[in-house]
C-alpha cells in the first residue's frame, strides 16, 4: 500500500505499476475511511477487477478474496429468526441494526412501535442495543427487513397461550344451562 485517501487505497503491483482499491472494494464491513482496514507500507493480497490500459487504470479489490458474509448470513437466519444487534444508523423512515459485523437489517418506522411515532429517535438511540424479528430477506438487494411490533406480539401470543394452557380443562356449557345454574332462568 503506497497511499490512502478518503476514496481507496493504492497498492503498487510492481515498481511503476500501482492499482487503486475503491473504498468500497476494501472490506464487506460499512467504513468511513479506506484507514480502518489498510495503512501505507502494508502488503495485502488484492484481485484485479479491471484493467483499463487507455487510461492507464487497474481496479482492485480486497473484499473479492474474503466470503462473502450475506452467504453466511443466508446459512443463519431466515424469516422469523429473532436478532439482536446496536442501531448504527437512524434514518427519517426507520433504523438500521447491525446484525452481523458486515450485515445490517432495517426497522421501518411502522414497525418499531405499536404507537405512531413520528420520528425513530423518539424510541431509539445511535447504539442502543435492540431485538428484532427478521420479517423479510430480499437477497437480490441484501436487504433484511426487521419488526420489534411483531417480536412484541409474538411475545404476547406466547405467554396467552401458556397461560390458557396452565388452566384447568372446563367442561362445555351452553348459556342456557349457566343460567339456570345462577338461579336466573
Do not use: C
Not at 453466511?72 to 446484525?99: C, D, H, M, N, W
Not at 431509539?124 to 435492540?130: C, I, M, P, R, Y
Not at 430477506?137 to 397461550?161: P, Y
Request: net charge negative; aromatic share 4%.
Amino acid at each position: 500500500v503506497t497511499n490512502v485517501t478518503d476514496f481507496g487505497a493504492f497498492v503498487e503491483l510492481e515498481p511503476g505499476i500501482a492499482g487503486l482499491v475503491h473504498i468500497s472494494e476494501l472490506s464487506w464491513e460499512r467504513i468511513s475511511h479506506p484507514k480502518e482496514v489498510v495503512q501505507p507500507g502494508q502488503t495485502v493480497r488484492a484481485m484485479v477487477l479491471k484493467v483499463d490500459p487507455e487510461n492507464r487504470r487497474i481496479s482492485l479489490s480486497l473484499k473479492a478474496l474474503q466470503q462473502d458474509p450475506w452467504e453466511e448470513f443466508l446459512e443463519q437466519y431466515s424469516v422469523g429468526s429473532v436478532v439482536s444487534g446496536p442501531v448504527t444508523q437512524i434514518k427519517e423512515f426507520g433504523a438500521f441494526v447491525r446484525i452481523t459485523p458486515a450485515v445490517e437489517g432495517l426497522i421501518h418506522v411502522s414497525e418499531i412501535s405499536h404507537e405512531r411515532i413520528g420520528h425513530p429517535s423518539e424510541v431509539l438511540k445511535l447504539g442502543q442495543e435492540v431485538t428484532a424479528k427478521i420479517i423479510g430477506i430480499n437477497e437480490a438487494k441484501r436487504q433484511v427487513r426487521l419488526s420489534i411490533k411483531k417480536l412484541q406480539e409474538d411475545m404476547a401470543q406466547a405467554e396467552t397461550e401458556k397461560f390458557i394452557a396452565t388452566q384447568p380443562v372446563r367442561e362445555t356449557i351452553t348459556l342456557r344451562e349457566r343460567l339456570r345454574e345462577l338461579g336466573m332462568g
